[in-house]
């Protein structure tokens, strides 16, 4: 039996420390947030749920598909949503092409997004293999055996944990290249910064609307038809009215997604000229021209994979350290899944 780390409790990091316990293997699993999900966030608001990160995930690839079969409990935390019907939308709202039928799903969790991960990282937090709130910043070879690593941790109590085998990073590429560096020259090979440097991740800003006057069945909405749109408004990339998915409140909430130009050009603004702006172009789309009882921005510095590795993970067997995480592949939760699977088979073969 080994010990490995895993940094990062996303739907990467779970999918890769399930499958090494499932194999016979000692996992720590460190994670910055107070919770496990990662960009399968959702908020908690006096109006209900808001998936402020990935907003619904496919299954194409067999192995998802037979994990949300087989893991007990999974089908509670996991239904379709009927955002099949998405819309593409022109700069002044108006639908310019409608989706055609399609025998793929769109999923979701209930009662939010980041239900999957956290069930399936439940069994880890039970033994009490899943740290929260600990923020790595630093790794470094163990002082008793050189050949194994030790995890410098910023936290509740900072810590240093030590005997790992191997690290396996679930992280933004950026922020594992910074933590690499962090951890010295004389640690980490340059090789490991270098293999990540043509990956490219876009930022996004995300707003959150409630509208408490439109409550169902009371009142069925406001605004369109539709329940999900992707939009060529220059500010405007998605939107979704969160109070359609299944198993959330009824009362009429929205999330706004900005395009990737758009966050890039103002991701140092403040978070309130942000929502001024955004709320205006919600109101140029939707036609909901009403003023909302909350709106709240979430900035994410790394969401969307421009340019992704363009393969599942990156494992430097010598070293002990592995990378993965959807900016491998793309930026699907399921991308997010293969990698992190796929990082921990690798590391399973003995060849």
């Known amino acids: 039996m080994k010990h490995f780390a895993i940094i990062g409790a996303g739907m990467a990091g779970i999918s890769a420390a399930r499958t090494l316990v499932q194999a016979g293997h000692r996992v720590s699993v460190f994670e910055k947030s107070s919770l ?16 402020m990160g990935a907003q619904y995930f496919t299954v194409r690839d ?5 994990a949300l079969s087989d893991v007990p409990g999974t089908r ?10 998405v819309r593409v939308l022109d700069t002044q709202g108006r639908v310019v092409e409608a989706a055609l039928p399609s025998r793929e ?5 209930t009662p939010g997004m980041d239900a999957l991960v956290r069930h399936w990282a439940q069994p880890l937090m039970d033994s009490g293999a899943l740290h929260l709130n600990v923020h790595v910043h630093r790794l470094a070879r163990d ?7 030790q995890v410098h941790a910023d936290g509740d109590t900072p810590a240093v944990w030590s005997g790992f085998d191997a690290v396996l990073m679930a992280l933004p590429h950026v922020h594992a290249q910074q933590l690499l560096r962090q951890s010295g020259a004389l640690v980490v090979g340059r090789h490991l910064l270098d293999a990540m440097d043509p990956v490219r991740v876009a930022p996004c800003w995300t707003l959150m609307l409630a509208y408490p006057q439109a409550s169902q069945p009371t009142l069925a909405h406001l605004g369109p038809q539709w329940n999900a749109a992707r939009s060529t408004h220059h500010r405007v990339a998605w939107l979704a009215r969160e109070s359609s998915k299944p198993g959330r409140e009824p009362i009429e909430r929205w999330t706004v997604q900005a395009s990737a130009s758009w966050s890039a050009e103002h991701v140092n603004d403040s978070p309130d000229r942000v929502s001024a702006k955004l709320l205006k172009a919600f109101g140029e789309v939707t036609g909901i021209r ?4 909350h709106a709240e921005v979430h900035r994410w510095l790394y969401a969307k994979t421009a340019q992704p590795l363009g393969q599942s993970h990156m494992w430097f067997k010598a070293e002990g350290i592995g990378l993965c995480g959807d900016w491998c592949l793309g ?3 399921e991308d997010a899944f293969v990698s992190g699977l796929e990082l921990a088979l690798a590391v399973l073969r003995k060849r």
């Open 331 to 333: 930026h699907r939760v």
């Open 62 to 66: 067999a192995r998802f598909e037979r």
């Open 143 to 149: 002082t008793l055996t050189p050949t194994r690593w």
């Open 36 to 51: 496990a999900g990662g960009r399968m966030a959702s908020c908690e608001t006096a109006f209900g749920n808001f998936d």
């Open 290 to 293: 009403a003023t909302p009882a």
């Open 76 to 85: 509670d935390t996991v239904k379709a949503w009927s955002a099949n019907a």
């Open 105 to 109: 799903f769109h999923h979701v969790g």
